[in-house]
């Protein structure tokens, strides 16, 4: 009965809001929360730590943006969830992290997360009602909002982007209009509480499409829909846009160009920033300084985490666990330095653009720690976990089953709700916090052995981190592997147990057949190929041969050629390589591609695979894409039985011409290796 009633009032709210595709806005406010006038903003304590050891961050502007995302609370409330302060005296949460430093809250906005019966979908179950409920306790604790519209009814991320339920038949001109009305009248129903909104997400990670539109000029139209209602309701907020994987900086400058080309009307650039996938602090303040600097807006890290444990409490796996490495310990003081070293990279290498961080869902613990049959029941009625079975009926991808909170181990609090002594990183790093240096963890090592490499041993020692992130080199015994066995089975990977200063080690050994070919896969631009290209003079909009990253067969560059017109697409590539032993060898490369519609005739292509002694061919292969379906299936091309010796002159190259019209493809990963 409860979810019947549920969607007979969803029903009467859809029919009053057709014109913006959006479910009901309440105008009272939700569970027990006040109104955001009826009290001032809680006072900020001084914060100090006698174990975190913070490091102070020079020029840190007073306004700079220390934010939270904190969108299941309401949830995770209702789900029996409380939350402690230091002193284990329960309290609200929002008072909590605002009394720690923290002074924006991101809250994410689905359209409408409910089935026909009313079940909600997960996460949060996080409409615009949430919103207001999470929004109203943040300004009363002092702290502005920042509103992520997904404009889903569900999670949108990279490989996510649907269209609410209530879109799915408009077009994207009226998906536009659509979004200007649902936003303006979310955004309304906040400012008529008095929250305090400072910020303004026009979609969440946005990278491959958003609302269903995948065209920049569809994607500017959503997003358009969105900033223009922003200015209307809440003209002094910030506009941010948000993508993810800035460890792919030209995908990062396509899409600033697209949205200076379509003139979106937008104050920030913002990116996720999760640094086990998204590549180094460096690239990151390269990236973003680069964007500030062509375009003229402010820069910000929207998402981010680090888990302080490996373990999981809620009977749910974790998207960091076990198996998973990154910079720091998974400890308090590696959660807190993370923080420090990116807020420092935000603040200091952005062109002066940075102006906040924002930490992913701090909050989400576990809704109980006694058995996974009464999470599960809890994550269905209260929407606690990251889905619920009811979301089946609007996508599958991500969705369609009962689970939990997959960030509990990068939560600021423990699985019983109580605070953790690194949520005090947001209020030290102003001033810094100066403690007695200690041993937090063991940095575990990566290394690589070549197969021709006899002399290769393990390492003696590993770097030992302590709680200001500095390291030290330390013995280390590890435990008994047979490096000569590993190296005759080839290409593997191991895991070596070990132990250092009283912590355990694991080293990731990589057993690789060693690669002549410099720069074989392109991620480091052309040298030192040298590429003579078919009809160079018609490289424009019709013609392409150039370093991309479209289809990668490993990192996340290769080498793409296209041509619309017939007798176009070709090149020769080739590189003079060094060997150190005589032997025999193999040369091997990769290539895919296909015609623009049909199947390519394998008989219009000339293409060959080849190895020059002293500027001769002495053995080449002829290579054949066959198309996109088969990817790189299949096309790997191989040359066996190469006698070389390091007192030669030896080239490896490949020639390519494809004469019928919309040829293209990409080659990639060229190995030149000594066979054993």
């Not at 910020?199 to 990670?205: A, I, L, T, W, Y």
């Not at 400890?331 to 930490?359: F, K, W």
Request: aromatic residues 12%; hydrophobic residues 35%; contains cysteine.
């Amino acid at each position: 009965m409860k979810g019947l009633a549920k969607h007979i009032s969803l029903l009467f709210s859809v029919f009053a809001l057709a014109a913006c595709g959006g479910t009901s806005v309440s105008t009272d406010s939700t569970s027990g929360s006040t109104d955001a006038t009826s009290s001032q903003a809680a006072p900020k304590n001084k914060v100090s730590s006698e174990s975190l050891y913070v490091k102070k961050v020079d020029n840190l502007p007073n306004d700079f943006i220390f934010g939270m995302d904190a969108s299941s609370v309401p949830s995770l409330e209702k789900s029996g969830v409380k939350f402690y302060d230091f002193d284990g005296s329960e309290k609200d949460v929002f008072e909590i992290l605002s009394h720690n430093g923290v002074n924006y809250i991101r809250v994410r906005v689905w359209n409408d997360p409910f089935d026909a019966e009313g079940h909600g979908y997960g996460g949060g179950n996080c409409d615009i009602n949430v919103a207001k409920e999470i929004g109203l306790r943040a300004t009363k604790a002092g702290m502005k909002l920042l509103v992520d519209f997904h404009y889903s009814d569900f999670w949108a991320d990279p490989a996510k982007y649907q269209a609410p339920k209530a879109w799915a038949n408009m077009s994207a001109e009226e998906k536009g209009e659509a979004c200007y009305e649902y936003t303006k009248q979310s955004l309304q129903l906040l400012k008529d509480a008095k929250i305090d909104v400072g910020m303004v997400q026009v979609g969440n990670e946005t990278n491959n499409g958003i609302a269903g539109e995948t065209t920049w000029l569809n994607r500017w139209r959503i997003m358009d829909g969105g900033s223009r209602a922003t200015r209307e309701v809440f003209p002094d907020a910030l506009v941010a846009v948000h993508f993810a994987n800035p460890e792919k900086p030209q995908n990062y400058e396509n899409w600033a160009s697209k949205l200076a080309y379509y003139e979106l009307d937008y104050d920030v650039f913002g990116t996720s920033y999760y640094p086990y996938w998204h590549g180094t602090l460096d690239n990151l303040s390269s990236i973003l300084t680069k964007i500030a600097g062509e375009y003229g807006k402010k820069t910000m890290v929207l998402e981010t985490s680090y888990a302080n444990t490996n373990e999981d409490t809620d009977f749910y796996g974790n998207t960091i666990g076990e198996s998973a490495s990154g910079e720091y310990p998974f400890t308090l003081s590696g959660q807190a330095n993370h923080m420090r070293n990116l807020t420092d990279t935000i603040v200091n290498r952005t062109n002066n653009s940075g102006i906040g961080v924002c930490y992913w869902e701090g909050t989400w613990i576990s809704v109980g720690t006694n058995s996974w049959e009464e999470n599960v029941e809890k994550w269905k009625e209260y929407g606690s976990g990251w889905t619920s079975e009811y979301s089946a009926s609007y996508e599958s991808e991500d969705a369609g089953y009962n689970g939990g909170s997959a960030v509990d181990n990068q939560c600021f609090f423990d699985k019983n709700g109580k605070v953790l002594e690194s949520l005090k990183v947001f209020g030290m790093m102003a001033e810094g916090n100066v403690t007695e240096l200690r041993a937090d963890g063991v940095e575990n090592p990566v290394a690589t052995m070549y197969t021709y490499d006899s002399a290769f041993q393990l390492p003696s020692t590993v770097n030992l981190i302590y709680n200001d992130n500095s390291r030290k080199a330390v013995p280390v015994t590890w435990d008994a592997f047979d490096l000569e066995q590993a190296r005759a089975a080839g290409n593997n990977t191991y895991y070596i147990k070990g132990v250092s200063d009283g912590f355990d080690v694991e080293l990731t050994l990589h057993v690789l057949e060693y690669n002549f070919i410099q720069n074989y896969s392109f991620e480091d631009g052309i040298d030192p190929w040298h590429v003579t290209k078919r009809n160079a003079d018609k490289i424009g909009d019709s013609y392409k041969n150039e370093i991309t990253n479209e289809n990668p067969k490993s990192g996340d560059f290769a080498y793409h050629f296209w041509a619309s017109a017939s007798n176009t697409a070709g090149f020769d590539m080739e590189q003079d390589v060094t060997i150190e032993t005589a032997g025999t060898y193999k040369y091997s490369f990769c290539l895919m591609g296909g015609i623009a519609s049909g199947t390519p005739d394998p008989e219009k292509q000339d293409i060959y695979g080849y190895v020059k002694v002293n500027d001769e061919i002495v053995k080449k292969v002829d290579a054949k894409f066959t198309g996109y379906s088969k990817t790189y299936e299949n096309g790997t091309f191989l040359i066996e039985g190469l006698e070389l010796d390091p007192s030669q002159k030896i080239t490896v190259g490949i020639h390519l011409f494809a004469n019928e019209s919309g040829s293209w493809g990409d080659v990639d990963d060229f190995m030149l290796n000594i066979v054993l």
